[in-house]
C-alpha cells in the first residue's frame, strides 16, 4: 500500500505561505503534495520531500512539524525568526539557520532575512523569513540534474547554502565600489559632513554582512566533516566550494573594513587640516588688520599735542606707514605658508 503513486487530489498547495512542495521519485519531480497530506506521502520510502514555505502560519508548522517529526525547539526557532547562523543535529535531522541578503539598488540598502531548514531522511523544509527573494531558482537547477537530487537531503542543503552564499557577492562588490567612491570624493578635496555620514553607513553594512557570513565558516567546515548520514562522502565534498566562496567573502569584508576605517581617519585628518590652514588664514588677517585698527585708534584719541596733526601731509603719511606695514605682513605670511 505504501508504494502506490499519490493520488491526484494532493496536487494543489493552497495553505498560506506554501511556495512549493513537491514529491520526487529518483530524483525526479512526481507531483505536488498539500500540506495536509505530507504526512500520508511520506509513509511511501521510495518519495523525497522537499516543502519550501515563506512566513509561515504556526498552524501551517504544526502540520508540518506532525508529518516529519521535527522537534518543538526548532519549530519555535522557525516560527519566531530572529535568529543567528547556526547548525543543529536532532537525532538524524539537521537544522540549519541561514541569513540571506539582497542589494536594494534603487533604495541603495541591503535587505537582510533568514531560511531556516529542517533536513531528515527523505525529506527537506525550507523556510523563509524577511527576504523576498524566492529560491524557486535552486529548484529548478536542482531537478534539472535528477542524479544529483537523487543523492537526497544533503544535495539540497548544499544547493540552498550555494545559492544564498552567492548572493553576497554583489553586495560586497558593491560595497568596494562605495568605498573606491569615497575615496576618491575625500582625496579630490571635496571635504564634507556627508562623506562622514557614507562611510558610517558604509561600517554598518559590513558589520551586518560579517555577521551574517562568518558563522558560515564552522557550518560549512562542519557539514564538509560530518558523519551525519544525510550528506553523503561525494555530497560532502561539495560543501568544499560553498566554504571557499565564504572565505572569499569575509577576506573582502575585512578588507573593505579596515580601507573604510582608514578612510574615515584620512577625511577626519584632512577635514583637520583644512580647519587649521583656515585658521591660520583668519588669523593672518586679522594680525593685518590689527595694525592699522591700532594706529587709527591711537590717532582717534584727539589729543591735541599728538605728533603730524598740524602738518600738511600726516594724514597719507600715516596711510603710507599702515599700507607698507601690511604689506610687509602679507609678503611674510605668504613666504610662511599662512595665506
Known sequence: MVNEPLPDTVLTCVAPGVMNS????????IKDVAIP????????PDLFLWVGLYEPSEETLRTVQAAFGLHDLAIEDAHKAHQRPKLEHYGDALFLVL???????????????????????????????????????VRTRCEADASMLNR?????????????????????DDCEGELAELESHIFAGKLN?????????????????????????????HLMRTTCPLITPETAELFQDVHDHVLRI????????ELTTTALTANLALISLSQNA????????????????????????NFETMPELKWTYG?????????????LLYRGFKRSGWL
Request: hydrophobic share 50%; aromatic share 10%; charged share 20%.
Open 315 to 327: 594724514y597719507p603719511f600715516v596711510l603710507g606707514v599702515m599700507a607698507t606695514i601690511c604689506l
Open 99 to 137: 541569513r540571506t541578503a539582497r542589494l536594494i539598488a534603487e533604495e541603495d540598502r541591503v535587505e537582510f532575512g533568514e531560511t531556516h531548514i529542517f533536513a531528515g531522511p527523505r525529506y527537506l523544509v525550507s523556510v523563509r523569513h524577511g527576504s523576498l527573494r524566492s529560491h524557486v531558482g
Open 152 to 172: 537526497g537531503p544533503g544535495y539540497v542543503i548544499y544547493a540552498l547554502m550555494d545559492f544564498i552564499v552567492d548572493q553576497f557577492f554583489p553586495i560586497v
Open 250 to 257: 569575509i577576506e573582502i569584508i575585512d578588507s573593505v573594513q
Open 37 to 44: 497530506d505530507l504526512a500520508k506521502a511520506y509513509e511511501n
Open 193 to 221: 559632513r556627508d562623506a562622514a555620514v557614507r562611510i558610517y553607513h558604509l561600517k554598518r553594512d559590513l558589520l551586518d554582512l560579517k555577521r551574517a557570513t562568518a558563522p558560515l565558516v564552522s557550518i560549512s567546515s
Open 278 to 301: 583656515d585658521m591660520r588664514r583668519l588669523a593672518a588677517w586679522a594680525a593685518m588688520l590689527a595694525v592699522p585698527t591700532m594706529i587709527a585708534g591711537i590717532y582717534g584719541m
Open 22 to 29: 513537491a514529491a520526487y521519485r529518483a530524483g525526479v519531480r
